[in-house]
């Protein structure tokens, strides 16, 4: 059962999560994704469950690094995308839905959720998947699930200039009252989406039963700097970048300002089980 929102099934029709972890704020979104996935998934070749894995550009590099992988995605294109990469990488790449996960119980030693929270706009909808995750992780296994923050668009807009226009201001009003984000259809600021609060992506993570369950920024405050591909092409300045960033990933008063944050927790060990 696959049931993707309308404007956002046809915002990622048109391709642009294909490039977008290539250069600026994607880049350094994705080095730091992988920064983490290293630290906390378990070894090689664990089974590794990429619930809206998108194109595949996660799941190539965790195929290439020796997990056993299988992505799912909502979106025809991007399942198309990620079965060519499969070709290469060796990963199987499946539709599917987050909420609604086609796995037996226990099947993965990982899962994890780069995407789909941003777009189950109802709390019950990102409960489910984080229940439906822990469902098929076995118990002991890790789960990494990302969100949005409340305030990317806001700060975006500050520092790009947008905030002056008044359709972008109302949407960034929005987003801090309730975090339903409502851009024009046109996609030129994103599509329908959840912005988290912090505290409400820890609540909402243990609400779904994910034990030892932390925050930690992907960005940090540095998302939106305007020479981050400068940055890149000097190993020296981006291992610095990397560098800071880790030392305030878990600091709670600047989460926040990450555009990015992730909760990364465990399924319980039933008690007296071996």
Sequence with gaps: MIALDREIAAYYERGREEDRLRTGAGLLEYR?????????????????????????????WLAREGYEVTLIDPVPLHVEQARERASEHGFAALPGDARYLSFADESFDAVILLGPLYHLIERTERVAALREALRVVRPGGIVV????????????????????????AAIVERDLTDGQHRAATDGRYFTTAFLHHPDELLAEARDAGL????????????????????RHADPARWDALLRAVALIEREPTLLGASIHFVVIGRKAIASGRE
């Design 211 to 230: 034990a030892g369950a932390e925050l930690l920024a992907v960005e940090g405050p540095w998302g939106q700097l305007p020479d981050l591909d400068e």
């Design 32 to 60: 730091r994704t992988q920064n983490l996935l290293r630290r906390f998934l378990p070894v090689p070749p664990a089974r590794v469950l990429d619930v809206g894995g998108g194109p595949g550009r996660y799941a190539a």
């Design 145 to 168: 699930a990302a969100a949005i923050s409340r305030f990317a668009w806001l700060f975006d807009g500050i520092c790009r200039n947008l905030i002056a226009d008044a359709g972008f």
